[in-house]
């Protein structure tokens, strides 16, 4: 998740078992709540579905609590199915983040069939781009690209951001934005009065990364009218607080060296790649590396550190493909550091305004940091990597000086009610990706301990989001979409990751 979230071992889980806790009253969907017809958004990249989609806005109060608070829009578009026949329930999605921008994501959703058989409704969470109010940060933006030209876990880093995050909430409160009520169990009354307004009986939903925590939220408090639930690279609520990235970035990581440790030639030609990963995070961190490197898609060098934080979070992120990250440990030894510096430099080229950083930090700070401390992240860390240095492993992977951050945003403490185990007989497929460092495949172990008919389906390989990235995964999500209790699993049994990239010694 934060477009994020992560896999546990055993130690890790029993840190998480520690803070569930009991639910509160989930917000009810408004009676005030309707759908207003309107163009479909002006995207940054052409987006042909929405040249057939009947697009809108949902109209919604900011917070329900509090009688007479402001209307909000989120937007919306229904994109038609393409099968002449199309099934009577449509398809619900829920994009990961928070705060990732969901337009964007059409175009992989239809490439992956999504809309095949079952119109696709797609609905911006509250607060993100297209939304108004819009939570975009682009104050967090400039820094974002400036940071690879810093060090990871630095002093003048932590500074910046939080400079940055400051500028941005007071911004945002300044508008009158009520930065409390940007959280999953409003992002889940939302959908539930999306199905109502849009006049759908039934649909089916599909949530990854976060959108799979905001999926299962939304099974627990709003189950009407749901007919089945597909969640991908799976972060079950209960699970979902911030050490937890730790464990998942070791399971995730650590399913790629083991993959390349049963491969001959890979073993062979890079025998030890744990140990080697660990040596430059050690060595990098005690004498980061500052060099010029261009970005992978072209433009000007720009100035990049590469400490043992950052060569580790390029991990996390899936920057360097699996299938090369044998090699590119290999080059990062033997002083060729060229794989890595692009990687990061890929941060310098941020598109201002895209993610919108007041939603993740709303749902963040409310729901994943409340109850945990900075000695909680570093015994994750720990338990994880050990022996690597206490600097790398004291800021979760991907959300480096969280807890600062969250002492400046100042949401109230929402994990009451949302660090809950959904239990449900609605049929729920869950899908996940071995080589995910972000949210680890054992997580989807977790969410479906109490979902009594659900199908758990491992995709050897893959990374995270994993319907986009495999035919197999997108034949068992269609299948699933036709018989919920009865998904064709059957290609699954003959995948195997890629073969390793092999560079010359």
Not at 320 to 327: E, F, G, H, S, Y
Request: hydrophobic content about 45%; proline content about 10%; charged content about 20%.
């Amino acid at each position: 998740m934060a477009k994020h979230l992560r896999g546990a071992s055993a130690a890790a889980a029993a840190l998480l078992c520690l803070t569930a806790v009991a639910a509160g009253p989930a917000p009810s969907p408004s009676a005030a709540a309707r759908f207003v017809p309107g163009p479909c958004p002006k995207t940054a990249e052409p987006v042909p579905a929405l040249d057939k989609a009947r697009c809108g806005f949902l109209e919604v109060p900011e917070n329900r609590a509090r009688p007479g608070a402001r209307t909000i829009r989120l937007a919306t578009a229904v994109i038609p199915a393409t099968s002449a026949d199309p099934a009577a329930d449509p398809v619900v999605f829920m994009a990961g983040g928070p705060g990732g921008e969901t337009f964007d994501d059409i175009p992989v959703l239809v490439d992956a069939g999504v809309n095949r058989d079952h119109d696709l409704v797609v609905m911006a969470q509250r607060g993100n781009r297209y939304d108004q109010p819009n939570l975009a940060c682009p104050e967090v933006d400039r820094f974002n690209a400036h940071y690879p030209g810093l060090g990871y876990d630095s002093a003048r880093a932590k500074q910046l951001m939080l400079e940055a995050f400051r500028q941005c909430r007071d911004r945002l409160t300044a508008d009158g934005t009520d930065l409390g009520a940007y959280n999953t169990l409003e992002n889940a009354a939302d959908f539930a009065a999306l199905r109502t307004a849009l006049g759908i009986a039934r649909w089916n939903v599909y949530g990854y990364s976060y959108g799979s925590d905001l999926a299962l939220t939304y099974l627990r408090t709003h189950p009407e009218g749901i007919r089945a639930v597909a969640l991908d690279s799976v972060a079950p609520p209960q699970s979902a607080i911030l050490p937890w990235g730790w464990p998942s970035a070791r399971e995730g990581i650590g399913a790629i060296l083991d993959a390349c440790a049963a491969e001959p030639a890979c073993k062979s030609r890079y025998p030890d790649p744990a140990a080697t990963l660990a040596e430059q995070v050690r060595r990098l961190e005690a004498e980061p590396l500052t060099l010029d490197a261009a970005p992978p898609r072209g433009g000007a060098p720009v100035k990049v550190v590469l400490d043992g934080g950052a060569v580790l979070n390029l991990l996390v992120a899936n920057a360097i493909k699996p299938r090369d990250l044998p090699a590119a440990l290999d080059e990062l030894a033997h002083g060729n550091p060229e794989r890595f510096a692009r990687a990061r430099a890929a941060d310098s080229v941020q598109a201002t305004g895209m993610t919108a950083h007041g939603l993740t930090q709303s749902v963040a700070c409310a729901e994943w940091v409340p109850g945990t401390s900075p000695s909680d992240v570093l015994d994750a860390g720990r338990r994880a990597f050990p022996g690597y240095p206490r600097t790398v492993l004291a800021q979760a992977p991907q959300l480096p000086f969280e807890q600062d951050v969250c002492r400046i945003w100042n949401v109230p403490d929402r994990a009451a009610g949302q660090r809950v185990a959904t239990a449900s007989a609605v049929p729920v497929l869950l899908l996940s990706g071995t080589f995910d460092a972000k949210t680890g495949a054992s997580f989807a172990r977790e969410a479906a301990r109490t979902l009594s008919r659900s199908t758990s389906v491992r995709i050897p390989g893959v990374t995270h989001w994993v319907v986009p990235q495999s035919p197999c995964a997108a034949r068992v999500f269609a299948t699933f979409l036709a018989r919920p209790t009865a998904p064709d699993t059957g290609c699954v049994a003959g995948l195997a990751p890629a073969p390793f990239t092999l560079t010359p010694k």
